[in-house]
């Protein structure tokens, strides 16, 4: 029953997006996600419409998968869309009824915001498409090492978030064990009400956290048994290097964000 | 290699009397020999192991790694590259979602430039045979799999010594044996010494030396032969013998005369053989 959650959002590939850098796929998403917010007109937006495809098409990942993504965000998409389309009123107006109007500015602004989540979403979740999770992580740890500077413990939280990602899928095993046993002796799981289903699993949750604490002990045995001693002084075996595909991304990135930019004084904005 | 000398060991509690684990033990380990470290549940020898690394430091005489005290603190890096240690559990002892990376901790740890960790990384999967699942995810692992990976990763960081606690008491046989044969491989030909600590009899028949430990103290010293012959010692401490020294031993009760010191099945089998020849005759 368990067994069906992946982990992370990781869509196994080969491709050119997939070998990248993770430093650079982190930093360009994070420019991304900005640069989304710089368009103020149609054209603007198609930029980015334009690169979002590009991007998908340098992913591989097909496009039913993406189109998947889109189904958790139409709920916020339905309702921004539609304070924007009551909110706003200005062009001509469609239709009136007590204090709700439509007027063409109305949905001209909540098309341009919903295309504009979209694209966010989109781009973004590229980046746990094609990235994984021990990758995102060890790309964290080099991206925020300067602010060790600032006594941040960037090492440790990576290291923290490694050992998060490796138990999830054996303390998931432990529960699914710890359920057979209890179901095994009558406990009853899938009937009643909310209130008496979360009581059902206490008994799951306390053996599940007794072990987990057994097993943190352990684990720190056996790291000490390896000489850790934290961040200070560690070698990485894989060293990430910047190749031709994150140099022609970062290249890629800034035409975009400067394109953006100069939209903005060429075409007049909508809004 | 390693030098026990009256060691003792107990864990102390304000308010209660002590609890005494290790009593004045006395043990030298030899280096490139297998040494199994036998014992019923609680008799100290997971303690003892953990002595071994410094992980615990005696509340009672000294440990002696290559003439390195344990109690000093600064050493401690030193003598856990030296002596690695194996824990029971294989799924407690693996850091990372991958299984190269996972090898390469201990050798990270200690600052190794990363070429030379990559090398060490591949030779030590390969001396545990699990070279080509080392881009797997250790859950997907069987047991003696994920064993395997944590004696790569110890051996990754190059030690003289490997101290194995229990390390096939959670695996089923398929795994256990797994595990044995790469332990026996490294001590016959990578010359590494090994301190095993195990319940099993039949893995510590396979070692140069048996030592017994029975609450807190060394019970029997010597070679498979020598402490398999003491069926009753070992008895009386609630341990068990492989099954063909048992088979024996009661053949001998029953009055038949067979040698004493037998281990193995095939040995058995001879001395059954060469017994029933001589009364044809």
């Given at each position: 029953m368990i067994n069906g959650i992946a982990l992370g959002q990781y869509f196994p590939g080969q491709s050119v997006m997939h070998k990248m850098d993770p430093r650079i796929k982190l930093i360009n998403t994070f420019i991304f996600i900005i640069a989304v917010f710089i368009p103020q007109s149609w054209a603007g937006l198609l930029m980015v419409i334009l690169f979002v495809l590009f991007s998908i098409n340098c992913s591989k990942i097909p496009g039913k998968t993406i189109l998947k993504s889109f189904k958790p965000i139409i709920p916020i998409i339905l309702i921004t869309s539609l304070i924007n389309v009551f909110y706003t009123q200005s062009g001509t107006i469609l239709w009136k009824w007590w204090i709700f109007t439509i007027s063409t500015g109305g949905l001209n602004k909540a098309g341009f915001m919903a295309v504009r989540i979209l694209c966010l979403i989109v781009g973004s979740s590229l980046m746990t498409y094609t990235t994984t999770p021990t990758a995102l992580t060890d790309g964290m740890e080099r991206v925020f090492s300067p602010l060790k500077v600032f006594h941040v413990h960037v090492h440790e939280l990576a290291m923290m978030m490694t050992i998060a990602l490796r138990f999830i899928p054996t303390l998931i095993e432990e529960t699914d064990k710890i359920m057979s046993a209890q179901k095994a002796r009558g406990?009853?799981?899938?009937?009643?009400g909310l209130s008496q289903r979360i009581k059902a699993f206490i008994p799951v949750l306390i053996p599940l956290f007794v072990s987990s604490f057994r097993r943190a002990y352990e684990l720190a045995t056996a790291m000490e048994c390896r000489c850790y001693h934290g961040g200070e002084g560690r070698t990485r075996m894989k060293q990430l290097k910047m190749q031709g595909r994150d140099y022609s991304a970062i290249a890629v990135m800034t035409v975009f964000v400067g394109l953006l930019i100069a939209s903005l004084f060429v075409v007049p904005p909508v809004l | 290699m390693i030098e026990a000398q009256h060691v003792s060991f107990e864990y102390r509690n304000p308010e209660e009397p002590p609890i005494v684990v290790l009593k004045d033990i006395n043990l030298t380990i030899e280096r490139g020999s297998f040494v199994a470290l036998l014992g019923h549940n609680g008799c100290g020898k997971s303690t003892l192991a953990k002595h071994f690394n410094a992980m615990l430091l005696p509340t009672g005489g000294t440990v002696l790694v290559e003439s390195m005290d344990t109690k000093e603190e600064e050493k401690a890096f030193d003598i856990r590259k030296t002596v690695g240690l194996v824990l029971q559990n294989p799924d407690n002892q693996l850091v990372s979602t991958i299984v190269e990376e996972d090898v390469a901790f201990g050798p990270e740890n200690l600052g190794v430039p990363p070429q030379e960790i990559r090398q060490r990384v591949d030779d030590a999967l390969k001396v545990v045979g699990m070279y080509e699942y080392k881009n797997s995810a250790p859950h997907k692992l069987s047991g003696g799999q994920k064993q395997r990976v944590a004696i790569a990763g110890i051996l990754a960081m190059q030690p003289d010594c490997l101290v194995l606690?229990?390390?096939?008491?959670?695996?089923?046989p398929q795994g256990r044996k797994e595990v044995l044969d790469t332990i026996q491989d490294l001590n016959k030909n990578q010359g590494m010494t090994v301190v095993l600590i195990t319940h099993y009899m039949e893995e510590a028949a396979k070692a140069d030396r048996v030592v017994v430990m029975n609450d807190g103290e060394i019970w029997l010293d010597g070679t498979p032969k020598e402490v398999f012959s003491k069926v009753k010692e070992l008895r009386s401490v609630e341990l068990d013998v492989p099954q063909p020294t048992e088979l024996c031993d009661r053949l001998r009760d029953a009055g038949i005369s067979l040698p004493e010191g037998i281990l193995t099945t095939e040995e058995c089998i001879e001395a059954l053989a060469s017994r029933m020849e001589v009364r044809a005759e």
């Open positions: 406990a009853d799981m899938e009937s009643g | 606690d229990e390390p096939t008491a959670m695996l089923d």
